[in-house]
């Protein structure tokens, strides 16, 4: 067992993921300040704040559930990453380097659920 959420290899990834949309966004529009910007970072918050929280849940449900809602943020993200892109917000590199961490991440994600499933028989 780990001692805190940050030695999850899931976690440390998703946290990476944070800080390098927050430097993109940082050079989003001014009037995207607000709406893309804001959402796509609220979003990618969520990943490592829902692994975080759900550590410390006692239940298996609990925490799959804390889990579950942490892909579905991936997912979230995933989108804006394409949308920055189609908007012309990010250039194909930097689409490119968000779209690795996004797939490296949802991997590692993937599998603590699946090892928190099979330790705890469902």
């Known amino acids: 067992m780990t001692n805190s959420f940050k030695d999850i290899v899931a976690w440390q990834k998703a946290h990476q993921l944070v800080l390098n949309v927050y430097k993109a ?7 995207e300040k607000f ?3 804001s959402q796509f970072q609220r979003a990618v918050v969520s990943i490592p704040a829902n692994i ?3 550590y410390r849940k006692d239940g298996i449900g609990d925490k799959l559930r804390f889990l579950n809602i942490s892909q579905g943020s991936l997912e979230e993200c995933r989108y804006y990453v394409i949308l920055s892109k189609d908007l012309g917000y990010i250039s194909e590199d ?3 380097n968000l779209t690795e961490n996004i797939e ?3 991997k590692l994600l993937n599998a603590y659920y699946a090892a928190i499933r099979a330790n705890h028989g469902k």
């Not at 966004?25 to 009037?31: D, H, I, K, M, W």
């Open 52 to 54: 975080a929280e759900g």
């Open 104 to 106: 490296e991440t949802s």
């Open 94 to 96: 930097l689409y490119n």
């Open 35 to 37: 709406s893309l910007a």
């Open 25 to 31: 966004t940082a050079n989003f529009p001014e009037y």
